[in-house]
C-alpha cells in the first residue's frame, strides 16, 4: 500500500497524506483521523508514521489487578520492560475472553504497540497482523503467539502427597466459577495419589476472595461433613477457609490442614503461615519479556516457542499430622 493508494482512499493529495503522517499542523485532525484510519485498516500505518514514540511500547493484556497474585506479576513484567527501555501500558479483561480478543486486535491494528504480553488467556487468538506477541498462560494454543506456559500439576501432586504424608485421605478442594483447571489437577493428583475423592468434600462457591473460602466452610458445616485437609484453588480462598473453621472454633493446622495456591505476597506471614503451589516464578516473566522483545528487535524470527516452568510447592505451617475430629 504507498501513499498514493492511501490518498485515493481518503480522497486528498499525496501531499496530504505525507504531511499528516508527519505531523503538520496544516493538516486538520478530522483529515489526519481518516488518513489513519484507512493505513490502520490496510496496515501499513507503522510504515509511514514519522511521528513515534522514543520508547518500546509494551501492551499488558491481564485477567484482573485486583488479585495480590495478578499485580505481582504485572510488577515482575514492567520490572524487566523497564530494563529494556521499554513502557509498560496495562489493560483488564474481568476474565472476558471477549475483551481480551478486543483488546488485542486494538493493541495490534489499530493503536498499534511494539508487542503484547497476554496472561492466562483464555481462547485462541489470532494474529492476523503478526505482531511480537508472548502468552504466559496454561497451554494456550493462538497461532503466531509463543507461550511460556507455567503448569502447576507436578506441584500439586506434591502438595496432595505431603498431605497424605502426614496421615490426610479425606482431603476436599475449595475453589469458585473461575479455577475449573485447578479442580481438574485436584483430582488428578488424587487419583495418581490413589486417594479416593468424595464428592461432598469438592465444593465450588459462588463468590470469589476469602468470602468464597467461608462460604464453602458453611456448606460443609451445614452437612456435618467437613475434611481434614483442604486444597484451596488460590490463596485467598484458602485465608477466607481458615477463618470460617475459626469461627466455628477450628484451628489450622491443629484440627484442620490447609492449602492454598499462588504464593502470593502476605502467605509467609499469615498465622499460621500458609502452605501453598507457587505457581509463577520471576525466572518465567523474565523469559516472557526477553523473548518478546527477541520478537520485535528481529522481525525475522518466526519461531513458534512454547517453553514451559514447572510450578513449586512450598511447606509451611498450615499443614500438620492429622488430628481425628468429632464429627
Known amino acids: 500500500m504507498t501513499l498514493k493508494h492511501i490518498a485515493e482512499l481518503a480522497g486528498v ?16 485532525e478530522e483529515t489526519r483521523r481518516k488518513i489513519f484510519e484507512i493505513a490502520r485498516e490496510k496496515g501499513c500505518f507503522d510504515k509511514y508514521n514519522k511521528n513515534k514514540y ?18 505481582t506479576i504485572l510488577r515482575l513484567l514492567e520490572e524487566e520492560i523497564a530494563k529494556n527501555a521499554g513502557l509498560m501500558i496495562i489493560s483488564c479483561t474481568n476474565f472476558s475472553p471477549s475483551k481480551e480478543e478486543e483488546f ?42 509463543d507461550t511460556i506456559e507455567i503448569d502447576p500439576t507436578d506441584a500439586v501432586g506434591e502438595a496432595i502427597r505431603h498431605l497424605k504424608a502426614f496421615g490426610h485421605t479425606k482431603i476436599g478442594y475449595a475453589g469458585e466459577p473461575l479455577t475449573l ?26 463468590q470469589r476472595f476469602e468470602e468464597a473460602g ?59 503461615p500458609l502452605s501453598t503451589v507457587k505457581s509463577f516464578s520471576e525466572e518465567a516473566c523474565r523469559a516472557a519479556v526477553e523473548l518478546l522483545m527477541r520478537k520485535i528487535k528481529n522481525p525475522y524470527y518466526v519461531n513458534h516457542e512454547q517453553i514451559l516452568f514447572k510450578g513449586e510447592f512450598v511447606a509451611r505451617g498450615s499443614v500438620a499430622p492429622r488430628k481425628d475430629v468429632k464429627r
Open 104 to 145: 488485542f486486535n486494538y493493541y495490534s491494528s489499530y493503536c498499534r504497540a511494539d508487542g503484547i504480553l497476554l496472561i492466562n488467556n483464555r481462547k485462541e487468538i489470532k494474529n492476523a497482523h503478526m505482531i511480537p506477541a508472548v502468552s504466559l498462560s496454561p497451554s494456550v494454543n493462538s497461532p503466531n503467539i
Open 181 to 206: 483447571g485447578a479442580e481438574q489437577r485436584f483430582r488428578a493428583a488424587m487419583e495418581r495419589a490413589g486417594l479416593l475423592v468424595e464428592e461432598e468434600l469438592v465444593c465450588t462457591g459462588n
Open 54 to 71: 522514543n520508547k518500546m511500547v509494551i501492551a499488558v493484556i491481564c485477567p484482573e489487578i485486583i488479585s495480590d497474585y495478578y499485580a
Open 13 to 28: 493529495s499525496v501531499p496530504t497524506v505525507s504531511k499528516a503522517f508527519s505531523g503538520s499542523k496544516e493538516i486538520s
Open 214 to 272: 467461608i462460604e464453602i466452610v458453611e456448606q460443609w458445616m451445614k452437612r456435618g461433613n467437613w475434611p481434614t485437609a483442604i486444597l484451596a484453588a488460590y490463596d485467598y480462598i484458602a485465608i477466607g477457609i481458615i477463618k470460617g473453621f475459626r469461627n466455628h472454633g477450628l484451628r489450622v493446622p491443629e484440627d484442620i490442614s490447609v492449602v492454598g495456591m499462588n504464593d502470593i505476597s502476605i502467605i509467609p506471614y499469615l498465622d499460621p
